[in-house]
C-alpha cells in the first residue's frame, strides 16, 4: 500500500499530538529541497515524552503499510530522527529544539497550516 506524502503528513501530526508533543510545525519543502516532501518538528518536555512520541509515529505509520526507513537518536532521546521516506519527522527533547532551531535552518520552507 502506498501513502501519499499529504496523507503521511497528517499521520504524523495526529500521532505527535496523540501524546501531547508541544509546537508541532510541519515545513514544506517540496520546492526546496530534494531530501523529503515534508519536515515535521515537535517536542516533548521529558526523555519519556521524546520516545512515546517517537514510537506513536513509528506505530501509526507502520500500521498504515509505511515503512519507517530509520530511527536514529532513540536512546538519548534528545533529538529523535524518523525517517519515513517523503516525511522526516525530529521529535526534540524541549532543551534541544531551542537550540538547534531547526526551523531557522530551513526558513525557505513554507509552514504547512493544519485545520
Known sequence: MTVHSDELLQITVA?????????????????????????????????TQVQAITTEIRKQAEMRGVRVRGIEGMDSA????????????????RDERDYYNIERLWSDAKVVEFA
Not at 32 to 37: G, Q, R, T, Y
Not at 78 to 93: E, K, P, Q, T
Open 15 to 47: 500521532a505527535a499530538e496523540d501524546k501531547k508533543a508541544h509546537r508541532i510545525v510541519a515545513l514544506n519543502l517540496k520546492e526546496v529541497s530534494l531530501v523529503a516532501d515534508y519536515f515535521v518538528i515537535c517536542h516533548g518536555n521529558s526523555d
Open 78 to 93: 534528545r533529538w529523535v530522527l524518523i525517517d519515513l521516506g517523503d516525511v522526516i519527522v525530529h521529535v526534540f527533547h
